[in-house]
């Protein structure tokens, strides 16, 4: 019987090794810093249900926004590092926010662990047909012999559509005039209007204007072309190589995660992100599926964080 024990309680001790708790409610919280209804919550709530059943356990979306994102991110970087509480975040509030808010609260490099990367959502270069351009190439000889006559539109000051714009009229010497708004739906109405003539933003609710020939799609600021977008050459094909700009959202738990529990994490995650179910989900919201591991990911983030740093302080770009 002693033996018997003995061997009952190293049993009942390793088995947290094996499997480790996520939390010890049993229930993780996907903590979203922007309120219901956008690509964000689309991607955590398109998460859940399937990592409930990866992991066996309940998995629910609680949104936390305010601050431009900074609330729901301090959060989990506060959070016991337990499993307990995720981030589902987005690319303009990880690495475009700390670019131009100085003491946000949290630091990307260092409070947050990467778990998995869920969707990435590609920008295309829109026009207004009064510009007298049919490409890349059209735009930027025209905007070079028109300085200061073109103004393009983005959702806010510092927004990922700003600091976009930005990048690529830092990289074609081009000067045009930003118009920042409060959303991209104000802002379409305008391109519509020609008030303004350029936005850089996501392809979905813009193509049908496409389709209809109110707006030109010039190029795609990903290394691919969009598969919904198969005539849109990317800004490499239109001459700009080495220029990308990605909204991205994904999966980070606080830095101090145990590695066996992370572990799990990374691979419930990266099994929901491969079935075909949440590629269709992801693909008809004109997103993409690009899996990285861990390390691709905060490798992305130190890049891109850097890049948007440099791009804000060569533009002038302040938090308002």
Avoid at 202 to 214: K, S
Avoid at 222 to 234: E, G, I, K, S, Y
Avoid at 246 to 269: K, Q
Wanted: net charge positive; charged share 20%; proline share 9%.
């Amino acid at each position: 019987m002693r033996v018997n024990r003995r061997g009952i309680l190293a049993a009942v001790a390793a088995a947290p090794l094996a499997r480790p708790a996520l939390a010890q409610s049993n229930s993780i919280t996907l903590v979203v810093p922007t309120a219901p209804a956008g690509t964000t919550d689309f991607a955590a709530r398109l998460l859940a249900e399937p990592l409930s059943r990866q992991l066996g356990q309940s998995v629910v979306v609680e949104n936390k926004a305010g601050a431009n994102g900074a609330l729901g991110t301090q959060d989990v970087a506060r959070a016991r590092p337990d499993g307990a509480r995720l981030l589902v975040q987005y690319s303009g509030y990880h690495v475009g926010s700390p670019a131009i808010v100085p003491n946000i609260g949290y630091d990307v490099r260092r409070d947050f662990a990467a778990v998995a990367n869920l969707l990435d959502a590609p920008q295309v270069v829109f026009m207004n047909p009064a510009v007298p351009a049919n490409d890349m190439s059209g735009l930027i000889a025209y905007a070079k012999a028109n300085p200061g006559t073109l103004n393009y539109a983005s959702s806010g000051n510092g927004s990922l559509q700003h600091l976009g714009t930005e990048l690529i009229k830092l990289r074609t010497g081009t000067d045009m005039v930003h118009v920042p708004y409060r959303g991209t739906g104000p802002a379409t109405q305008d391109l519509l209007a020609n008030r303004v003539q350029l936005m850089v933003t996501t392809p979905p609710p813009l193509m049908p204007f496409v389709r209809e020939g109110r707006l030109k799609a010039l190029a795609i600021t990903a290394p691919n072309r969009h598969p919904a977008l198969p005539d849109v050459p990317t800004l490499a094909e239109a001459g700009l190589p080495d220029l990308e700009v990605i909204g991205w959202f994904a999966v980070f738990a606080p830095a101090a995660t145990p590695a066996p529990v992370l572990s799990r994490l990374v691979e419930a995650c990266n099994a929901v992100v491969s079935t075909p179910e949440f590629r269709r989900r992801a693909e008809e919201q004109g997103a993409v599926i690009r899996p990285m591991t861990p390390a691709e990911m905060q490798a992305r983030v130190n890049r891109e964080l850097d890049e948007w740093i440099r791009v804000a302080r060569a533009a002038n770009i302040q938090a308002e």
